[in-house]
């Protein structure tokens, strides 16, 4: 809960794929709280961007959200961030992985095509 998890671990990102997944499902904070046995005000606190997550929490929660952890990582050189993902991962996680590392769009850009691509991904797609 130090200052090392805090730079190490992009927790925005975290309580970003939390919110974003407990929607999709149409779950409750207690609901998620219930599955991955972390406290329901501690999910509120990482949605919030407010909360700093261990390490036992974000094992939990990464794997809730079936997200390699090396997504949440932050790394020593930001000028490069890789995108990292695997075969398992929805196309629409890809594709958010990629237009956040592209350093000619600013973040807020990224999550807005992000967000349009999930949109017509969902619209489009056989799987509802």
């Known amino acids: 809960m130090g200052f090392k998890n805090e730079s190490l671990i992009n927790t925005v990102e975290l309580g970003r794929a939390i919110k974003r997944h407990r929607e999709e499902l149409k779950l409750s904070l207690r609901d998620v709280a219930d599955l991955t ?7 509120s606190r990482i949605e919030n ?26 790394h020593a050189d930001e000028s490069v961030e890789p995108v990292i993902y695997y075969p398992h991962e929805a196309t629409p996680e890809i594709v958010e992985a990629h237009l956040r590392a592209d350093r000619k769009l600013s973040p807020e850009t990224a999550e807005a095509l992000s967000e349009l691509f999930r949109v017509a991904y969902q619209q489009f797609s056989k799987v509802k």
Do not use: Y
């Open 49 to 74: 961007g407010t909360g700093r997550p261990d390490a036992d929490n974000i094992a939990r929660l990464t794997q809730w959200l079936d997200m390699p952890v090396d997504r949440l990582m932050r």
């Open 37 to 43: 046995e972390v406290s329901a005000s501690t999910l």
